[in-house]
C-alpha cells in the first residue's frame, strides 16, 4: 500500500491535494526579472562606455548626462521586475508594476488564470478584480504552481465557514 504525505488529501476525481507550504510565502516572476535586470545592466555598461569614448568635443556635463541617462533607463525597468505576491497569516499584499494593494485573505473570492492570459487576476468581495503580475504565463510549469499554491492558501484561509457546517 502506498504511503500518504502528511497533509496530502484525496479529492473526489481521486488526484492528490497537497497542502500549502508555511507562510510567509513571497511569489515573483522569473523570466521578466531576467530580462529586466539584464537589460538594465547592458545599458548602464553601454551608456558608461559611451561616456568614455565619445570625441573631445563632448564635455563633462554631456558626459554626466549619459551615465544618468542610463540610470533613469535602468530605473524605468525596475518597475518591470518590482511585482511580486506576498501571502501571510494575516494579509495578501500584491505589489504591482506602480501601485501595491493590501488585502485581508476574506476579501478573496477566487483566483484565476484563462488560458492565454498573461497573469492572474483575483475576484474581490467588492465585485472589482484585481491583476497579479508577480505570476506570469511566460514562466511556463512555474506560473501554474505558483497559482496552484495560492489557491491552496485561499481555500485554507480565505473562505468562512458556512453557517450550519462543521
Do not use: C, K
Not at 56 to 68: H, N, T
Amino acid at each position: 500500500m502506498p504511503t500518504r504525505d502528511v497533509g496530502d488529501e484525496d479529492r473526489v476525481d481521486g488526484s492528490r491535494r497537497r497542502a500549502p507550504q508555511a507562510l510567509p510565502v513571497t511569489f515573483r516572476p522569473r523570466n521578466i526579472r531576467f530580462v529586466a535586470y539584464g537589460l538594465a545592466v547592458l545599458i548602464m555598461a553601454t551608456m558608461a562606455a559611451l561616456a568614455v569614448i565619445m570625441p573631445e568635443g563632448w564635455g563633462l556635463q554631456d558626459r554626466v548626462f549619459l551615465l544618468l541617462l542610463g540610470v533613469a533607463i535602468g530605473g524605468g525597468l525596475r518597475f518591470l521586475a518590482r511585482p511580486r505576491l506576498e501571502l501571510t497569516e494575516e494579509r495578501v499584499t500584491v505589489v504591482n508594476s506602480i501601485r501595491t494593494h493590501v488585502l485581508v485573505w476574506p476579501e478573496i473570492i477566487d483566483a484565476r488564470m484563462p488560458v492565454g492570459e498573461p497573469w492572474p487576476s483575483i475576484d474581490l468581495a467588492d465585485g472589482s478584480t484585481l491583476a497579479v503580475m508577480a505570476i506570469q504565463s511566460s514562466d511556463g510549469d512555474l506560473a501554474r504552481a505558483n497559482l496552484d499554491e495560492f489557491r491552496r492558501h485561499l481555500r485554507e484561509r480565505g473562505e468562512a465557514v458556512e453557517p450550519g457546517r462543521d
